[in-house]
């Protein structure tokens, strides 16, 4: 197999999806069927979710809190860290997973484009979202010092924008022009859907180099340059060669 090669004049975009941390034991909302004890994972993962019963919102990411607790980074999220030590500044992982186990795993240089379980914001206020690890109990709703109002996980739930910020700091990345050629490689994701298949025409347009590894193919998977079919942790410990 054809080494992905991480020298001095290389700077690598990784994006990273659920399969990422499936493979780390995390469920998914496709690994649900789109079901929490029955409610529509909508229910508890939409600005109209929130609204009608912030409670239970709340014990489905009091759940989660819990359950991340006690799951650890895979060879993939490992892989990805020695990565960045050896790019340094030429390194850049955006990701889809929540869960927050890339920093776990020790990688500096993260977006986390749909939020972070482990950061809370205010529903009613602007004050700026913080580090939180709370599981409140069964029925609760948190309530902000700030304002009195109700708290609730800064997670980017269905039908909300990304943060305009962290689509910037990804666009920046790909137009740098420092003289490095753009690798970009997307893992544990299909890469057919949003923002992967955008992000993958992006870097195309500017020539750069497109990777996939994922367990399964997808009806783009000609769009990427290199497609490796595989699980990430067992792939990416072994895919590049560092020089
Ligand atoms: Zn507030």
């Known amino acids: 197999m054809e080494p992905l090669v991480l020298d001095s004049k290389t700077r690598l975009l990784v994006l990273t999806g659920a399969g990422v941390s499936a493979e780390s034991g995390v469920p998914t909302f496709r690994g649900m069927n789109g079901l929490w004890e029955n409610h529509p994972v909508e229910a508890v993962a939409s600005p109209q979710g929130f609204e009608a019963n912030p409670g239970l919102v709340w014990r489905f990411y ?86 009195g109002g109700r708290l609730r996980p800064d997670i980017v739930w269905f039908g909300e924008m990304l943060d305009p910020n962290d689509l910037a700091r990804i666009g920046e990345f790909i137009s740098r022009k420092d003289g490095t050629r753009l690798v970009f490689l997307a893992a544990g994701t299909s890469g057919a859907v949003w923002p992967a298949a955008g992000i993958v025409d992006e870097v195309r347009s500017v020539r750069g180099d497109t990777w996939l590894v994922n367990y399964e193919s997808a009806a783009n998977t000609e769009r990427f340059h290199h497609f490796v079919q595989g699980m990430s942790g067992q792939v990416l410990p072994t895919l590049a060669k560092l020089v």
Do not use: I, Y
């Open 62 to 147: 009091s759940q989660r809190r819990a359950g991340a607790a006690d799951v650890k980074p895979n060879p993939g999220h490992d892989a990805l860290v020695r990565w960045e030590e050896h790019l340094g500044d030429r390194f850049l992982l955006a990701t889809q997973n929540v869960d927050g186990l890339h920093t776990k795993a020790g990688s500096r240089r993260v977006v986390d484009m749909h939020g972070n379980l482990f950061r809370t914001k205010c529903a009613d206020c602007q004050r700026a979202p913080f580090a939180d690890t709370s599981v409140h109990p069964s029925g609760t709703v948190p309530k902000c010092d700030s304002c």
